[in-house]
């Protein structure tokens, strides 16, 4: 794929001979209130592409949208390639134009960069920023494609692309730069931006036998979740996963390679842990604490469905209790699900309990489940731990994950059977806050039950426990009030989500039409359904990497009193705004696809 984008850049070049005369660059170029679009006079020549592409050592391609083979050729080898593939996020991961997410209803649709720059290392990075910076261009950063929100893909712009920086390298000692003699070595892991979770986890747990916190989803970017503040499954116990960050290298908009870490350029150190992506320059490394492995892994599962309205709240209530009561502790992360159809669906993971330690927790509840004529337990109940934590991330022989058996690819690829329905996913909606830990307070249970009650009359309601920090130990809640996050995390005991869509619909793919009145009334039922846990948690802040598009007040809900903060760090590292994402810090003042300046 790469070779044959490499043939075609090439080949595309000479085609751009339209150079506009001098006097129109500097005018355009010149004025950092407008970017350039490849229709206008300023837009780069042939030659000034050639010049780029002999900076980065040929890496300079074309992108295509992930379906452009069909739309000329729907017959052709490479259009099957793609229907064949467009459920393996690693093979979406490795198209220049992919995206995970196919679009969002009335919020955004993937569009192709022009070019894209493959970038080998920070050299072939700064040459790009340079480049953008120069030619006034729409520059995008895209890692493993996960957003949500659409924020690295954009029309008319300049892609860098960090996919190609994947390299692991564990450190037993590690000092960030300029902090020797002041911070004591740590054993650390250093991720190419390029790195997606799993490679991380292969080196570090399954061959290393140490534990890094980093994300849930395998195929997400290291560099991305890193900016958002970032949760995996047992982040209860280890914090955020951006509060395990020792040091970062990072391209700023000036084009100066920066190693920044809490000796070296602090604040942009502290506003890349989580202060969003895309933002306040290219991260190309990043340094990351390891920790001993847990002595034990195990999960809890199964699915119990109420008779009745009142039965259903009555179960709810039971939960809540066992949650406030026994699953409050950095053992227990995961979800629970409260469904519409008066189900609650179990699928908990812990870490550091024995399989005895395990059921003990949750046999209570299932006993007083079994007992009662008024549920219906749909799908097994069970728990259990003892497990060897190693094993979690293998790929072989794990009934769990789905390898990426494509020639060639990595044996370290795969992806939880649970997270296949998201692979190219259509948006209708998606909403998140977090829910503070007083909820579970006795006299505020019954609340909480009748909010989580009523949410679920208009949608199912996600319980993430392991992306509210409540109840995590001391040093990881110290850890995570040391990142640019909403600090209402650490006070949260789950993070809700809410949010549905459909089926891939990427542009170019063949599909029976969309019912837009179904998307438009399930988007309505999504906010209705926020709307009622609002009514309990009036001001609970979200999780920017995984919330609602058209949130008005993301600055509050996502930093919450650190957004000032970031506005001045944002102003320091990049003061012209060459880099632009939806609702990321900055963006106010420019227009919605960050092509205008305003005011
Ligand atoms: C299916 C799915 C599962 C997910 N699971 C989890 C989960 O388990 N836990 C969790 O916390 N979150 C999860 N997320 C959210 C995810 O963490 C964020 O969307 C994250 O930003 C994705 O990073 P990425 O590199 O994969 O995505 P990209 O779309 O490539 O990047 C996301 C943002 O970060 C920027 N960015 C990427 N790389 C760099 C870089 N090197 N330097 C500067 N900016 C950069 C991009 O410009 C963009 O704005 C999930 C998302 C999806 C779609």
Known sequence: MHRRNMLKSVAALPLLSLCPSLPELAVAAGSPSRRVRPSDPAWPSAAEWQKLNDAVGGSLLPVHALFAPCESEPDSAACQDVYKNIRN???????????????????????????????????????????????????????????????????????????????????DAFVPKGCEGKVAPTAAVTLGAGCVWIDAYSVVTTRGGRYVQGGGCTSVGVAGLIQSGGFGSFSKGFGNAAAGLLEAEVVTADGRVRIANACRDPDLFWALKGGGGGTFGVVTRLTLRTHELPAAVGSAWGTVKAKSDEAFRQLIARYVALYASSLSNPHWGEQVHVNSDNSLKISMVQQGLSRDEARAVWQPFFDWVSASPDYTVTEKLGASGGHRPQSWWEIEGNSSMIPDKRPNASPDHGWWEGDQDQVGV???????????????????????????????????????HNKGLAFAPAEAIRASLDTAMNPAVTEAFALAIIADGERPSYPGMKRPPMDLEAAHKDARAIDMANDELRKVAPDPGSYVSESNYFNRNWQQAYFGANYPRLQAIKKKYDPDGLFFVHNGVGSEEWSADGFTRLG
């Open 89 to 171: 996020p690693f093979y979406i991961g490795d198209q220049p134009g992919g995206t995970q997410v196919s679009g969002w209803l009335d919020a955004w649709t993937p569009a192709p960069s022009v070019w894209a720059v493959r970038a080998r290392n920070a050299a072939d990075v700064a040459a790009t920023v340079n480049f953008a910076r120069t030619h006034n261009l729409r520059l995008v950063v895209k890692g493993g494609a996960h957003s949500y929100l659409g924020t690295s893909n954009a029309p008319d712009s300049l892609l860098l692309w960090t996919r190609a920086m994947n390299q692991v390298v564990l450190e």
């Open 426 to 464: 259509y948006l209708h909606g998606y909403e998140s806050l977090w829910l503070p830990a007083s909820l579970l307070k006795e006299a505020a249970q019954r609340r909480l039950t009748e909010a989580l009650f009523a949410a679920s009359r208009h949608k199912d309601v996600e319980l993430h």
